[in-house]
T-cell receptor
Framework: RKEVEQDPGPFNVPEGATVAFNCTYSNSASQSFFWYRQDCRKEPKLLMSVYSSGNEDGRFTAQLNRASQYISLLIRDSKLSDSATYLCVVNEYRDDKIIFGKGTRLHILP | EPEVTQTPSHQVTQMGQEVILRCVPISNHLYFYWYRQILGQKVEFLVSFYNNEISEKSEIFDDQFSVERPDGSNFTLKIRSTKLEDSAMYFC??????????????FGSGTRLTVV
């Protein structure tokens, strides 16, 4: 079973729409969760951490469901600049590494 | 905003040659990492480094790989005898670890290694 699984997409979404991604993780001991964004041939950039209580940053909302071992990312009022690959990332605190999913590609259409 | 700096941005080398990839982590970060991403594939963990020693490494990080922090600011990845399959983007990252929580990593812009 893969450690971190994501729907690879692509998601083709019109500008202004709302889009949501899910990600499942296999290690129940995972303690830290993140969404990263990666543009083509660029480095991953931290979008937001995901907390147990859920968190929001502007148009972005992240949620964690420990019982079902998934995290989600919701993007409201999508912009053309949101087009990228969104990477789900998990970490078990005592493990000194973070594990990446393969990413979900998002294309925002004008 | 503090940055992780990597050099060179692109390195072409012949199979069997040694390469050294260089990174300058963010100055107050204590944990350092190398990851790689083969074109079209996911980002893969190679090695983590803390307190001047390797804290964890993956099965990819075999005897051909080594890391060093030679002078307190640079963090290097050496591949002793490159293979074609080492061609990838190599990302350096650094992080601050708060008590009980990982605040996320900052990645450098990467070195694209092409082995010919």
């Amino acid at each position: 079973r893969k450690e971190v699984e994501q729907d690879p997409g692509p998601f083709n979404v019109p500008e202004g729409a709302t889009v949501a991604f899910n990600c499942t993780y296999s290690n129940s001991a995972s303690q830290s969760f993140f969404w990263y964004r990666q543009d083509c041939r660029k480095e991953p950039k931290l979008l937001m951490s995901v907390y147990s209580s859920g968190n929001e940053d502007g148009r972005f909302t992240a949620q964690l469901n420990r019982a079902s071992q998934y995290i989600s990312l919701l993007i409201r009022d999508s912009k053309l600049s949101d087009s990228a690959t969104y990477l789900c990332v998990v970490n078990e605190y005592r493990d000194d590494k973070i594990i990446f999913g393969k990413g979900t590609r998002l294309h925002i259409l004008p | 905003e503090p940055e992780v700096t990597q050099t060179p941005s692109h390195q072409v080398t012949q199979m069997g040659q040694e390469v050294i990839l260089r990174c300058v982590p963010i100055s107050n970060h204590l944990y350092f990492y190398w990851y790689r991403q083969i074109l079209g594939q996911k980002v893969e963990f190679l090695v983590s480094f803390y307190n001047n020693e390797i804290s964890e490494k993956s099965e990819i990080f075999d005897d051909q790989f080594s890391v060093e922090r030679p002078d307190g600011s640079n963090f290097t990845l050496k591949i002793r005898s490159t293979k074609l399959e080492d061609s990838a983007m190599y990302f350096c990252a650094s992080s601050v670890r708060g008590q009980g929580r990982n605040y996320g990593y900052t990645f450098g812009s990467g070195t694209r290694l092409t082995v010919v």
